[in-house]
């Protein structure tokens, strides 16, 4: 079993920044890709943003430039950067890792963390 926890969610003004984190935690043999989503009210859960555990990374259009993963392997544990936030980049976070627990693969989800970006 595993456990992803996020934190550092929050109300932000626009213009201003925020940093999430996701510890992952449990049984774990290795991890192979952590990714963020977001959903806002009404809408679907949309990827933000992909680190690897080669460090590869990946984010959606819509973010690129003002978002920053990274990963602290030896931690299990994943960042999101987020500077000049919009008020569309209001939604729920939600951490999501791929990981191996030396039997099988498993792909897990945190609770979310609410970001909101005034205006």
């Known amino acids: 079993q595993v456990q992803l926890v996020e934190s550092g969610g929050g109300l932000v003004q626009a213009g201003g920044s925020l940093n999430l984190s996701c510890t992952a935690s449990g049984t774990i043999f290795s991890i192979n890709t952590m990714r963020w989503y977001r959903q806002a009210p009404g809408k679907q859960r949309d990827l933000v943003a992909t680190?690897?555990?080669?460090?590869?990374?990946n984010y959606a259009d819509s973010v690129k430039g003002r978002f920053s993963i990274t990963m602290k392997y030896a931690a299990n544990t994943i960042y999101l950067h987020m500077i000049s936030l919009k008020p569309e980049d209001t939604a729920i976070y939600f951490c999501?890792?791929?990981?191996?627990?030396?039997?099988?693969?498993?792909?897990?989800w945190g609770q979310g963390t609410q970001v909101t970006v005034s205006s």
């Open positions: 680190i690897t555990a080669a460090r590869r990374t």
């Open positions: 999501n890792a791929e990981v191996f627990d030396g039997v099988a693969p498993g792909n897990y």
